[in-house]
């Protein structure tokens, strides 16, 4: 499973966001977690729909995705959505 984190440079909640995610993925060793800078790679941040930082897009192994947030999830949901994911 791949959470895709899309963030800014300036973006403060991207920082919380990142916080969160990088737990859940220590808490899940299967889970892949990857940043996209929008500024760096406007094309992929367009083509996954992301119109604001932070976003999160959790797929399972497959590409499905199964959870969608923009904003900071908490813990409980991106945990929730990596359950979903595998």
Same mark, same amino acid.
Do not use: I, M, N
């Given at each position: 499973m791949v959470v895709e &984190?899309?963030?800014s440079a300036f973006c403060g909640p991207c920082?919380?966001?990142r916080a969160v &995610? #990088?737990?859940a993925v220590r808490l899940v060793p299967r889970a892949r977690l990857t940043e996209v800078? $929008? #500024?760096a790679d406007p094309a992929r941040a367009e083509a #996954? /729909? $992301?119109s604001s930082t932070p976003t999160v897009l959790v797929r399972t192994d497959e590409g499905a995705e199964v959870f969608r947030a923009a /904003?900071?999830?908490s813990l #409980?949901?991106?945990l929730a959505a990596l359950a979903r994911a595998a």
């Open positions: &984190l899309f963030t920082r919380s966001a &995610l #990088a737990e800078d $929008v #500024a #996954a /729909g $992301v /904003g900071a999830p #409980a949901q991106a």
